[in-house]
């Protein structure tokens, strides 16, 4: 059964850093076969891609984020990072992971199967 788990969310101040991590278990296939995701959900509005990275190591970022985020993985961990800096409070949401057997630099939601509970990221101004 595949498990994602998300890690790191926490309440900070704009302007301020932090690190997401999204460990994936039971995958079918070597981790490095995936594209893996950051996608974000706030109340009342939907969940939107943040950042990708697939299997050999191309990125994708919503442009609400470029500058300030950064995805990154480790295949030896079966980990995916999100670096956030200089964050803003537009940037408040439940931030969740995602895969997709498939090297894609796309991300609309209904491309992703398998997906985690997400962290809480709170940035208060």
């Known amino acids: 059964q595949v498990q994602l788990v998300e890690s790191g969310g926490d309440s900070v101040q704009a302007g301020g850093s932090l690190r997401l991590s999204c460990v994936a278990s039971g995958l079918p296939y070597h981790y490095n076969t995936y594209s893996m995701a950051w996608f974000r959900q706030s109340p009342g509005k939907e969940r939107e891609g943040v950042a990708l990275i697939n299997g050999d190591g191309g990125t994708r970022y919503a442009d609400s984020v470029k500058d300030r985020f950064t995805v990154s993985r480790d295949n030896t961990k079966n980990t995916l990072y999100l670096q956030m800096d200089s964050l803003k409070p537009e940037d408040t949401a439940v931030y969740s992971c995602?895969?997709?057997?498939?090297?894609?630099?796309?991300?609309?939601?209904?491309?992703?199967?398998?997906w985690g509970q997400g962290t809480q990221v709170t940035v208060s101004s």
């Open positions: 995602a895969t997709r057997h498939a090297y894609i630099l796309d991300l609309r939601r209904e491309l992703y199967d398998n």
